[in-house]
T-cell receptor, first 109, second 119 residues
Framework: KNEVEQSPQNLTAQEGEFITINCSYS?????LHWLQQHPGGGIVSLFM???GKKKHGRLIATINIQEKHSSLHITASHPRDSAVYIC???????????FGQGTRLTINP | GAGVSQSPRYKVAKRGQDVALRCDPI?????LFWYQQALGQGPEFLTY????????KSGLPSDRFFAERPEGSVSTLKIQRTQQEDSAVYLC?????????????????FGPGTRLLVL
């Protein structure tokens, strides 16, 4: 079983829909990252969380440390949000990130 | 300002050939990471440098993989006697480690990756 599991693996929605991507992990962590990867490879960091909730524009990320679970929400989704969204955790005491397999999001106009 | 750059962006190698992949981190970033991303998968950790010191190489899949960062800035990932299973995107990331204050982790800035195809 992977240390970081994301669901769903693929998600297709219509423009304007509210999107939720989930991430569960099995190890103690010092931080959790949500990343966005567009076709062609470039990875951009969206959020880094160690507790609570963060919001940036239409993106919201939450984390529940006790339940070892995080969610990424996108409000009023747009075709330009189409990308792979990756959850990654930083295990306690480590520098490296451990990644989930990613969620491929497609927003149709 | 310049981000993390990697070269080459694409590399096609014949099985058995040696390859060298370069990463230029953001200037002043202390930490440098190499990750391997197979098609359709999330990245997987290969190795980590703090300045010139390679502090973690637990993710290197075999002794054919070697990484160095001799002057604490540019890093090279070398793969000897490439095999088809080495085909992947190799990602480099850097971060600026803070030595004081609360430290729960830092944003890692990723390069565009090198797509390696071994035939």
């Amino acid at each position: 079983k992977n240390e970081v599991e994301q669901s769903p693996q693929n998600l297709t929605a219509q423009e304007g829909e509210f999107i939720t991507i989930n991430c569960s992990y099995s190890v103690g962590i010092s931080a959790l990252h949500w990343l966005q990867q567009h076709p062609g490879g470039g990875i951009v960091s969206l959020f880094m969380l160690s507790s609570g909730k963060k919001k940036h524009g239409r993106l919201i990320a939450t984390i529940n440390i006790q339940e070892k679970h995080s969610s990424l929400h996108i409000t009023a989704s747009h075709p330009r949000d189409s990308a792979v969204y990756i959850c990654a955790v930083r295990p306690q005491g480590a520098q490296k990130l451990v990644f989930g397999q990613g969620t491929r999001l497609t927003i149709n106009p | 300002g310049a981000g993390v750059s990697q070269s080459p962006r694409y590399k096609v190698a014949k099985r058995g050939q040696d390859v060298a992949l370069r990463c230029d981190p953001i200037s002043g970033h202390v930490s440098l990471f190499w990750y391997q991303q197979a098609l359709g998968q999330g990245p997987e950790f290969l190795t980590y440098f703090q300045n010139e010191a390679q502090l973690d190489k637990s993710g290197l899949p075999s002794d054919r993989f070697f990484a160095e960062r001799p002057e604490g800035s540019v890093s090279t990932l070398k793969i000897q006697r490439t095999q088809q299973e080495d085909s992947a995107v190799y990602l480099c990331a850097s971060s600026l480690r803070r030595w004081r204050g609360a430290y729960n982790g830092e944003t890692q800035y990723f390069g565009p990756g090198t797509r390696l195809l071994v035939l």
